[in-house]
């Protein structure tokens, strides 16, 4: 009697292999572009060497790709799969990694969460924040351990910011600023359409999925996050990066007011922005990144900095620094022992911070503990990025109520305070 796919999946499900701190973690990859053989790169050699994980098995739905993955990390035939499905119903597999488009994002996971697989989950989280929200709920329900792959959230220098925050060195922190930035001459993701890639290589109707139905086009299969459909543009793909461990270092919580300017200003063959600004507002500060794919200025002018009333923390090339403002030196200096901070935040190479931010992810298999960027954290920073990609859209500020985890129509009016501190209320 055949089997379907979905009782499979089923069946996966009910077998979870209990880790022990020497067993090898066999990994699956869905996805196996410029992203994914990234992980096969830079994840697959010091963990086979550790002996903590191996990609056992791949899946794509282009014949190049999974060609070059299958050669790279020495596969047979039948550890390659078409159908992700058919990847996540494998027994022998602890994690699935979902390196794929984002529009992709939340069918997979839920899939591999109900599989019983733990995740490890490309940035943005998710589509949209009904999605990351769903993700997060299911994550909880099923107990698995899932980790958004902005590896930043793994960088010591935001860590160390969270102990001189938690300390009392800043004062209460008023707001926060980043920025991702390069100049790309010829337009941010201008990748090659390849020329084995046609409608016979490529599964065209797969890749689509949930997008809007169109015909055949390797600009979009290859240059996915220029258009709308299939990304939230450079707020997903690179904003992500910075809001996260800025809400590591400041605790996690949803944003309560998005606002968002930029455009389209020097590359003019795409929908999204490649020069963009948000700024999101929570409960007691609000955090600005600006970005431009098109000025490497400001990495310079516009670095990560989290300003408190007593002193700033600013991010350096590893280290962090801690500046008191002047009517607090004295204070500053009584309780940190000197009158500025220097503190060296080790390591600062990108790659080895890649490979703690996935070494996280397999020790919280093992523990059974939250990783760093868990599932719930992943969902209040998907809520800024979307909120900020529909501000900029629709040219307006949304709202998002984090009781009722809601979007508002429109944002409520602002507390005033009268000189005795108290919410100033017109009298009867």
Same mark, same amino acid.
């Given at each position: 009697?055949?089997?379907?796919?979905?009782?499979?999946?089923?069946?996966?499900?009910?077998?979870?292999?209990?880790?022990?701190?020497?067993?090898?973690?066999?990994?699956?990859?869905?996805?196996?572009?410029?992203?994914?053989?990234?992980?096969?790169?830079?994840?697959?050699?010091?963990?086979?060497?550790?002996?903590?994980?191996?990609?056992?098995?791949?899946?794509?739905?282009?014949?190049?790709?999974?060609?070059?993955?299958?050669?790279?990390?020495?596969?047979?035939?039948?550890?390659?799969?078409?159908?992700?499905?058919?990847?996540?119903?494998?027994? /022998?597999?602890?994690?699935?990694?979902?390196?794929?488009?984002?529009?992709?994002?939340?069918?997979?996971?839920?899939?591999?969460?109900?599989?019983?697989?733990?995740?490890?989950?490309?940035?943005?989280?998710?589509?949209?924040?009904?999605?990351?929200?769903?993700?997060?709920?299911?994550?909880?329900?099923?107990?698995?351990?899932?980790?958004?792959?902005?590896?930043?959230?793994?960088?010591?220098?935001?860590?160390?910011?969270?102990?001189?925050?938690?300390?009392?060195? &800043?004062?209460?922190?008023?707001?926060?600023?980043?920025?991702?930035?390069?100049?790309?001459?010829?337009?941010?993701?201008?990748?090659?359409?390849?020329?084995?890639?046609?409608?016979?290589?490529?599964?065209?109707?797969?890749?689509?999925?949930?997008?809007?139905?169109?015909? #055949?086009?390797?600009?979009?299969?290859?240059?996915?996050?220029?258009?709308? /459909?299939?990304?939230?543009?450079?707020?997903?793909? !690179?904003?992500?990066?910075?809001?996260?461990?800025?809400?590591?270092?400041?605790?996690?919580?949803?944003?309560?007011?998005?606002?968002?300017?930029?455009?389209?200003?020097?590359?003019?063959?795409?929908?999204?922005?490649?020069?963009?600004?948000?700024?999101?507002?929570?409960?007691?500060?609000?955090?600005?990144?600006?970005?431009?794919?098109?000025?490497?200025?400001?990495?310079?002018?516009?670095?990560?900095?989290?300003?408190?009333?007593?002193?700033?923390?600013?991010?350096?090339?590893?280290?962090?620094?801690? &500046?008191?403002?002047?009517?607090?030196?004295?204070? !500053?200096?009584?309780?940190?022992?000197?009158?500025?901070?220097?503190?060296?935040?080790?390591?600062?190479?990108?790659?080895?911070?890649?490979?703690?931010?996935?070494?996280? !992810?397999? /020790?919280?298999?093992?523990?059974?503990?939250?990783?760093?960027?868990?599932?719930?954290?992943? #969902?209040?920073?998907?809520?800024?990025?979307?909120?900020?990609?529909?501000?900029?859209?629709?040219?307006?500020?949304?709202?998002?109520?984090?009781?009722?985890?809601?979007?508002?129509?429109?944002?409520?009016?602002?507390?005033?305070?009268?000189?005795?501190?108290?919410?100033?209320?017109?009298?009867?």
């Amino acid at each position: 009697m055949a089997i379907s796919r979905r009782t499979a999946i089923l069946s996966a499900a009910s077998y979870t292999r209990v880790l022990g701190a020497n067993d090898r973690i066999q990994a699956g990859l869905i996805g196996c572009g410029n992203l994914g053989m990234r992980h096969l790169r830079i994840y697959q050699k010091p963990m086979v060497d550790e002996n903590k994980v191996r990609f056992a098995a791949i899946s794509d739905i282009y014949t190049g790709a999974k060609r070059r993955a299958q050669q790279h990390i020495g596969l047979e035939d039948k550890h390659v799969h078409h159908d992700y499905q058919d990847l996540i119903a494998r027994p /022998d597999l602890d994690a699935i990694f979902v390196v794929t488009p984002e529009h992709w994002h939340h069918r997979m996971t839920l899939d591999a969460l109900r599989a019983g697989k733990d995740v490890y989950l490309e940035k943005p989280m998710a589509f949209t924040i009904a999605e990351a929200k769903e993700i997060a709920e299911e994550t909880a329900r099923s107990g698995r351990v899932l980790q958004i792959g902005a590896q930043w959230c793994s960088d010591p220098r935001y860590h160390l910011a969270r102990e001189i925050i938690e300390k009392g060195l &800043t004062g209460n922190i008023l707001w926060a600023q980043s920025t991702y930035s390069m100049n790309s001459v010829y337009g941010l993701w201008q990748y090659e359409v390849e020329k084995e890639a046609s409608q016979q290589t490529v599964d065209w109707p797969r890749f689509l999925g949930p997008a809007p139905k169109r015909p #055949y086009s390797g600009e979009r299969f290859f240059r996915w996050r220029k258009y709308w /459909d299939y990304s939230n543009g450079v707020v997903s793909d !690179f904003f992500y990066h910075r809001l996260a461990p800025l809400l590591v270092t400041l605790g996690g919580q949803f944003p309560r007011v998005v606002s968002a300017n930029g455009g389209i200003y020097q590359v003019k063959d795409r929908e999204v922005p490649e020069t963009f600004t948000m700024t999101a507002e929570y409960e007691n500060f609000f955090i600005n990144i600006a970005s431009s794919a098109a000025s490497a200025g400001p990495e310079r002018h516009h670095g990560p900095a989290i300003y408190g009333h007593e002193a700033t923390i600013s991010f350096h090339d590893g280290y962090i620094q801690v &500046t008191p403002d002047r009517p607090f030196r004295k204070k !500053f200096e009584q309780a940190a022992g000197k009158p500025t901070l220097q503190i060296e935040a080790l390591p600062k190479d990108l790659n080895v911070i890649r490979i703690n931010h996935a070494r996280n !992810f397999y /020790d919280c298999m093992r523990t059974r503990k939250q990783p760093v960027l868990h599932a719930q954290l992943g #969902y209040q920073v998907m809520t800024a990025i979307k909120l900020a990609a529909d501000s900029y859209r629709q040219r307006r500020m949304m709202a998002f109520d984090p009781y009722t985890q809601r979007q508002l129509a429109e944002a409520p009016p602002r507390p005033g305070y009268e000189g005795t501190g108290e919410n100033y209320t017109e009298p009867a």
